[in-house]
């Protein structure tokens, strides 16, 4: 019995974390013992909606917003911090405050030659492959990871990422592999720091995948990020808005830091997502077809094509919201805080302080009290002016982003 395993040892929650089904386990859970579960001894998983916002709120007079679970995030390169795994709300602010500029939409606009040139870049190269390995077809997650893990690379580093990568040639998409590779050792290390005295060797003695994915992949944020700090340039990329910023400079370290998981969360989760999406579009022709017909009656070539224009077409941004429901690119994630002094009442239920809280957004979003039909592609339910739109789905339910002071910077 789950409560039982739960009791008596983390192992059952490690099992499900690092064998690949832990979404589909944690929904279980959820179907079978209601909306709070104890997946580890002193950790409860909640899928009520109304739990993200006092776990994940801004706070209130009477209940201070929840402080992050300092044993799931953990320093990333030569220790220091980023806006990912920094705890001390302070520093968190400052760092958000930092990075904000950069993810803003005017900028994220003024980059948009990024986006068109490597988007062409990428269709251009899966029009011409007509199978690898002497297999029908191509790789399309691995090809989706390589375009947005260039548009990140670009938009971050400006002009030194591709006079770096020309340099490196043999290693333009080594640092892609390594990313994708660190996201399961991820998943490993967050089991790790949960057993006493394991993190603390594993650092002395790393396993060699570990130096291969994690470190590998901290090596190369560090490259570049000193990479771009010798080059003198107004361009407008990620970088110029963290030199340029209000308060105390961020050092070297904390630079990279930031960049080890903007390349992660940026590119990963982006491909991840259009992996998802390009797989329920085939699936389901009456969706593809719409989309397609309404993209082609509004541009008439490629070239016409822009955000301001993509941002009018009601069906595209039906699909890309219900992508996101279905498909969340970090949805399985528990995301923890730690309940403060004096404890709280979630879900209806006191919870004592110190206890480790998180909301499994994948069950949230397969919840049939929240959405009808869950399990299917149904774009239309994000168009109020059509059948599938008028069937009551609670559409706020939908938090991708996560919500509140440490939600996703790059929701726009």
Known sequence: MLTLYATIGVGYWYYALLSGRGPWMNHDWHKKYGPIVRIAPNHLSFNDHHAQKIIYGFGTENLPSMEKDPRFFTPEVDHS??????????????????????????????????????????????????????????????????????????????????????????????????????????????????????????????????????????????????????????????????????????????????????????????????????????????????LQDELRSTFPSIEAIDSKCLLNCVYLNAVVEEGLRIYPPAGAAHLSRIVPKGGCEISGSFIPESTRVSVHSWSVLRDPANFHAPSQFIPERWIKTTPEGQKGDKLDRSLPFSYGPRGCLGRK
């Open 81 to 290: 911090m980023n806006i990912i795994n920094e705890c001390d709300k302070e520093e968190h602010s400052r760092m958000r405050r930092m990075l904000s500029f950069a993810f803003s939409m005017s900028n994220l606009i003024r980059n948009e030659d990024v986006l068109i040139r490597r988007t062409d870049e990428f269709l251009n190269a899966i029009g011409g492959i007509e199978g690898e390995n002497g297999e029908r077809g191509i790789n399309i997650v691995q090809k989706f990871n390589y375009v947005t893990f260039n548009i990140m690379g670009e938009m971050s580093f400006g002009d030194s990422w591709e006079m770096r990568l020309k340099e490196q040639p043999e290693h333009r998409y080594h640092w892609a592999d390594v990313i994708v590779n660190s996201t399961y050792m991820n998943d490993v290390m967050r089991a790790v720091v949960c057993v006493p005295g394991l993190f603390s060797f594993l650092e002395r003695f790393p396993p060699t995948h570990s130096r291969k994915t994690l470190y590998r992949h901290a090596e190369y944020a560090t490259e570049h990020t000193e990479a771009r700090l010798k080059l003198q340039t107004d361009r407008r990329d990620f970088m110029y808005y963290i030199l340029h910023a209000k308060g105390p400079a961020a050092t070297p370290k904390e630079i990279a830091s930031h960049y080890n998981v903007i390349m992660m969360a940026g590119a990963v989760t982006t491909a991840t997502f259009l992996s998802g999406v390009m797989y329920y579009l085939g699936h389901n022709r009456q969706a593809l077809g719409r």
